[in-house]
């Protein structure tokens, strides 16, 4: 099986999605990666992440309903596929093996001072 | 937030596609964003989707192999066209010429139906291959054009002669844009057509590295068609 090996604003949006589950759309994902990780997600690195990992069949998205909130435009809803969550969890799992025994790791602290 | 502010941030969503217009502008409305804010959000994604675009070979090869040569080329060709018609319609030179009005009027619908498919086949080949930028190739053929109309000396021709491949070329554009590939044997009948044409026209003395730049485009499309007849059919 070939690996897909994820950058990290695809790990944060794939993480976002899934979270939001029957509700992950470009906004709330957005809202959500701004929230958790207190940086400004522009819509261009957004929705071209979207694509690109659509396109590697990491997600589906499809045009959702609208809401009065919205002025009445459609959504773009987004769905985490099982490919989409194997990579996300080969991610994860690879970036908690490289970080065993690094210093900011809980209970290892004061080592590289 | 002013309604003249929004009405920018429209006029920019206008350059993303229709149902990625929708979606940005419902999430701006949706999170409540300044109008300016909008509008570099709106504006950043279009300049990446065309930095997307720019990462394939096509609008490469439509702009700078097809739009900017071939504007002109059929510029010239244009400006010839318009000589030979002048030629044919003035006694004094066919008297000088030995030139009978039947052999004028046919070498003159020779070279209007040349000009008409190299126009046309340009111009439908850049719609099919690059019809998501096609407001570079747009802008790559119109610089030749309005850099020759201003330096055109011809005293006894309009200048918007030069302009005469101008509207086969944008026919071709739009049936390009609209049906994106043609039919095996039309585009056989079209290319051989046209080759003939090209070889009746210009004979012997024919300027061949010109020629082949404008008929590419007619044989591009044989080959296009023959492909795409290949893995339609069943196997």
Known sequence: MILIMLGEFEY?????????????????????IEATTGRKCSIGALYTTIDRLETKGLLRTWMGGATPQRGGRAKRM??????GVRAAKDFYDAVTRVSR????????????? | MTRANWSLVDVAAQLL??????????DLLEAGESAWQGLLDVLGLVIRRQATLWKSWRPWLSAFGLALPSSFL????SLSVSQTYQQFTSPRVLNATGLTPGSGFWLLMCNVLLLSAWSWTSGFVVGVVSRRTLWVSAVFSFLPCVFFLARFRVESLSRFCLLLFLLPAIWGVSRGLRIARIKLSSAI????????LMILTW???????????????????????WKLGREAAPR
């Open chain 1, 12 to 32: 944060l949006l794939i993480t976002a999605a899934a979270g939001l589950g029957e509700e992950a759309y470009g906004a709330a994902i957005r809202e959500e």
């Open chain 1, 78 to 83: 987004v769905r985490v596929t099982p490919k």
């Open chain 1, 101 to 113: 025994g690094a210093s900011w790791v809980a209970n290892r602290t004061g080592s590289a001072s």
């Open chain 2, 17 to 26: 596609e229709c149902d990625e217009r929708e979606t940005v502008l419902g």
């Open chain 2, 74 to 77: 059929l510029m010239g060709f």
């Open chain 2, 189 to 196: 009948v079209l290319a051989v057509g046209a080759t003939g």
């Open chain 2, 203 to 225: 004979g012997g003395r024919s300027p061949w590295i010109s020629n082949s730049a404008l008929i590419w485009p007619a044989w591009y499309m044989v080959a296009t068609a």
